[in-house]
């Protein structure tokens, strides 16, 4: 692929995407108002916003319910004004951007106060299967602990406040002894102050194993409206927040659009409040990339009740024009593809490019699949049966030309 053929590639994914690049706007001088307040629930004089705080499990940090994801953003000064704007809790991860997520942070919070933010970061724990989310026996804590000594340096931190295991969906991974006795370390040297588990598959029994371990201080999970499972998400957040545990949500807002034409998006703030009522999540990390997003989710402070509008948007559209976004992660569709592929995770990765437009993140999670070649094109008929509906090949055949882009193109 010669230099034009990747930036017409590129093109094509961004096309579909004006509409909802072209809201960006430049902050305006004087617009956020100072820090707020650390503790406690404030309603703020008229030139400044509401903030609610929660206090984050047994960790008890003081964090704002509205924190922010900066998976998606690449804008420094959108990061700043998030920080300027009161939100305290950055989440980010090792593998973010290839590295710059952490480095574009470790810029921002230089000269900070250290105690005026707090950091998450993820590693992920080595080679997983595919098919069952186990570790592999050549799982190398040894290569955990260096790449999370790589994030600290990006990050220009001796320490973050929480480092997590990365994307997890079994009980046994998140359990798997090697690596949580490195993360335990890390917390007895001090470069970590808690540690953490993070999942978006099987969330509830990732919940569980957490409380198990009596281990871990925060759990970082998907949890929308959206989500076929949510109730039994609802009843075991509830459950580790009962041991103490911190739970910070993400995925609140379920692939952004209904529909992949980017058509119909989701209510944001309707989506995060759903999230937020349930007061046994401590916070939320929204991955806003426009100053206007960062406005609207912190908007939801004023009140995090749902107004009747609101609820009304988050029913089902009809008629629903396409399955979305959001894959359930159910994993329903297990086993039926004769290649093996990894299908949920092929669909997560169709969601961060269509939804979140980071590509660089969605060429990442098709490289986690495995995804090789061109194996849709040996079968005469898909046997692929999605519960939500999904044109699972079309989706694979979508995503996966962000093979053919180099990465140097890609956020
Ligand atoms: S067409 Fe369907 S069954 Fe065949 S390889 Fe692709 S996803 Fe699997
Ligand atoms: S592709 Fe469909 S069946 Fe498979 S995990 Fe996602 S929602 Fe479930």
Redesign the pocket.
């Given at each position: 692929m010669n230099r034009n053929d990747s930036l017409n590639s590129r093109r094509g994914f961004l096309r579909q995407g004006a509409a909802g690049l072209a809201g960006v706007t430049v902050l305006a001088a004087g617009r956020w108002p100072e820090v707020h307040a650390r503790a406690g629930t404030e309603t703020a004089s008229p030139d400044r916003r509401p903030f609610i705080y929660r206090t984050l499990g047994k960790t008890g940090l003081k964090v704002s319910v509205v924190s922010m994801g900066v998976m998606n953003a690449d804008n420094p000064n959108l990061v700043r004004a998030a920080l300027d704007a009161g939100i305290i809790h950055l989440d980010t991860a090792h593998v973010y951007q290839r590295g710059r997520n952490e480095e574009m942070i470790g810029e921002v919070i230089k000269g900070r106060p250290r105690d005026s933010f707090i950091i998450g970061t993820k590693v992920k724990g080595g080679h997983q299967d595919r098919e069952t989310g186990l570790f592999g026996a050549d799982t190398s804590a040894a290569a955990f602990v260096e790449d999370f000594h790589t994030s600290l340096r990006r990050l220009q931190l001796d320490h973050v406040d929480i480092l997590y295991l990365h994307n997890i969906n079994k009980r046994e991974a998140a359990l798997f002894e090697p690596l949580l006795s490195a993360m335990l370390r890390l917390k007895k040297e001090g470069k970590t102050r808690f540690i953490g588990v993070s999942t978006h598959r099987n969330e509830p029994e990732v919940l569980r194993a957490a409380v198990e371990s009596k281990a871990y201080d925060v759990v970082l999970t998907a949890y929308n409206f959206r989500q076929d499972h949510r109730d039994e998400v609802k009843r075991a957040i509830a459950e580790a927040a009962a041991a103490g545990l911190g739970i910070v949500a993400m995925k609140t807002q379920a692939g952004a659009y209904w529909d992949r034409e980017r058509q119909q998006p989701i209510n944001m703030q309707a989506a995060l409040k759903w999230v937020l009522q349930d007061e046994n999540v401590h916070t939320a990390i929204p991955g806003f990339t426009t100053f206007d997003q960062l406005e609207t989710d912190l908007a939801v402070m004023a009140d995090l009740a749902l107004s009747p509008v609101e609820k009304k948007d988050l029913q089902p559209r009809e008629p629903v024009t396409s399955a979305g976004l959001y894959?359930?992660?159910?994993?329903?569709?297990r086993g039926q593809c004769p290649a093996a592929l990894d299908?949920?995770t092929l669909?997560r990765g169709y969601m961060y490019a269509y939804g979140y437009r980071n590509l660089g993140a969605a060429k990442a999670t098709l490289a986690e699949a495995g995804l090789a070649g061109s194996p849709c094109d040996d079968c005469a008929t898909c046997r692929v049966s999605?519960?939500?509906g999904?044109d699972?090949r079309a989706k694979v055949a979508d995503v996966a030309r962000l093979r053919h882009v180099p990465d140097d193109f890609l956020v």
């Open positions: 894959c359930q992660q159910c994993d329903g569709c299908i949920p669909m999605c519960r939500q999904f699972v």
